[in-house]
């Protein structure tokens, strides 16, 4: 019996793709995040969707060699096998065929010329996730082309003139201060977590851990993000009635003064207003 043949029609491959760049903390495992989002993609639109990573969370799903992924045709999630080849090679060889489905990229598979040439890609119907160190290191095609951030906690980040300059000149103002405001929250809910454990520990200990929270709902709170929209200029994961607190908590940090009348035309730049929430 012939191996089925995976045939694409022009809609497919020239229909609007996301490319999300994703910021999270190096010891943060956001691999939980990933496994959903890519079985959700899945099942919504019945294409294929592989991730390249070293990550051994991934484990459990099942491997496909990338020098025959054009024979593995079925709309599931799979790991890529590399061979041990070079990245460059592999990413190389993906992009002229795969195609119409979702490619995860892993920061330890990831250089700049890497990153550059996904960002070139186009006319295959591809949408890309990729972890980067930070946003301050994305090359100019990858700038052009990014979509949607998906910022997690991250320590490294300085919130700093200095960093808002730097932002400011590589992506505009209105998304300098949105990213800094998407990492500071991602920052403080990763850290309100935090200390909630530090508080319960003696009682987590005697009651155990599954008493208080199951094991998905801590492990995603932990990967807890939010996403920046690049083409609309807002925050998409924190209800617009509790950001007026992370908004000043910024603008402290940046040195800022602020008026209440400040922080209402934040909230409504980067979170929408009260009108447009209703509808």
């Known amino acids: 019996m012939p191996r089925q043949k995976l045939e694409y029609s022009e809609e497919q491959l020239k229909r609007p793709t996301n490319f999300i760049v994703v910021l ?29 990573t070293t990550n051994k969370s991934f484990s459990d799903i099942d491997k496909v060699s990338y020098r025959n992924i054009m024979n593995a045709v079925k709309p599931v999630f799979r790991r890529v096998d590399t061979h041990d080849d070079e990245y460059f090679k592999v990413y190389q060889k993906l992009t002229k065929i795969y195609k119409n489905g979702l490619l995860i990229a892993y920061r330890e598979t990831i250089t700049n010329g890497i990153a550059q040439m996904l ?70 809910q990763y850290d309100i977590f935090g200390k909630y454990f530090n508080e319960m520990s003696l009682e987590i200990a ?25 083409v609309n200029d807002r925050i998409i994961g924190l209800e617009r009635e509790k950001c007026i607190p992370y908004i000043a908590g910024l603008l402290d940090a940046l040195g800022t003064e602020w008026t209440e009348d400040n922080l209402r035309e934040f909230r409504d730049q980067y979170f929408g207003k009260q009108n447009e929430e209703a509808e």
């Open 24 to 52: 999270a903390d190096r010891v943060l495992d956001v691999s939980s995040i990933d496994i959903k989002q890519a079985e959700d993609y899945v099942a919504k639109h019945n294409r294929r969707a592989i991730v390249i």
């Open 206 to 230: 005697r009651e155990g851990l599954t008493n208080f929270i199951n094991n998905d709902e801590y492990v995603h709170q932990l990967a807890y993000h939010v996403y920046y929209d690049m």
């Open 119 to 188: 960002a070139e890609t186009e006319d295959i119907g591809l949408d890309i996730v990729m972890q980067r160190e930070s946003a301050l290191i994305l090359t100019k095609p990858e700038i052009q082309r990014v979509n949607f951030f998906r910022i997690h906690k991250n320590d490294n980040f300085r919130f700093c003139a200095e960093v808002m300059k730097i932002l400011n000149s590589m992506y505009g103002e209105a998304a300098a201060m949105g990213i800094s405001l998407a990492q500071f929250i991602s920052n403080c």
